[in-house]
């Protein structure tokens, strides 16, 4: 019989732990942001301390994960040409078939590139994430940059779902790329790949936070265990 899970921490450790235990010595893991990724990164530093994992280099998605990687001893370098052995990272809603949306940490830019470029590409978190379609819980983020904000505002408005810019108290929220970040609110499902098209296509977006297809499994905590969605 598996060991309840209680509190929402320990179901993202949960799903933290199942990940960790795909990490080979020696290999170059894309270290997520966020809530879940943050135990990923905290676990990975306790098995390296421990001895259990060796050689284990790290390719930091914000700046957030590489002063927290850097605190636990977890060697850090840059996403080299060849990518990464593995990405694990968290994500703010996933379907059943593994698409997901993320960027409500704000690094989305740079969790697309470093994902994008792992050989294996590995979701975590808890079961508050699942949902029937995308958009039904989060909003979903779009970095912009600067210039020409306000024009690249409107053009966001005709994707159908309500507009907002992202801030950080009473001040626009930057990321660390020095973009801005504009939260689109949808009340009514949309063709996430017809929509991910379209943003791609839009001038003034550095990104977008549609993750589809893109992750060979995802491992999602609830009160009574870990479950794995595969591809």
Do not use: C
């Amino acid at each position: 019989m598996s060991e309840a899970i209680t509190g929402p921490e320990a179901m993202k450790r949960a799903a933290a732990l199942r990940a960790l235990a795909l990490v080979d010595s020696g290999m170059l893991l894309g270290l997520g942001t966020g809530s879940t990724a943050r135990w990923l990164v905290e676990e990975l530093g306790r098995a390296l301390a421990r001895g259990e994992l060796t050689d284990v280099r790290g390719v930091a998605t914000s700046r957030q994960t590489e002063t927290q990687a850097a605190g636990l001893g977890i060697p850090l370098v840059d996403l080299p040409p060849e990518g990464v052995d593995l990405a694990i990272d968290g994500m703010d809603e996933l379907t059943v078939g593994l698409d997901a949306v993320k960027g409500l940490g704000g690094a989305l830019t740079r969790e697309k590139i470093v994902a994008t470029a792992a050989k294996r590409f590995v979701l975590i978190g808890d079961a508050t994430k699942l949902v029937a379609h995308l958009g039904e819980k989060a909003p979903l983020p779009v970095e912009v940059v600067r210039f020409g904000r306000l024009r690249t505002e409107r053009l966001l408005t005709e994707f159908g779902g309500e507009v907002r810019q992202r801030l950080a108290g009473t001040e626009p929220f930057v990321t660390d790329n020095g973009n801005l970040v504009y939260d689109i609110h949808f009340q009514a499902p949309f063709d996430a790949r017809s929509l991910a098209a379209r943003l791609a296509d839009t001038p003034g977006v550095v990104e977008h936070g549609l993750f589809l297809g893109m992750a060979e499994r995802a491992f999602v905590a609830t009160a009574t265990g870990v479950d794995e969605v595969a591809g």
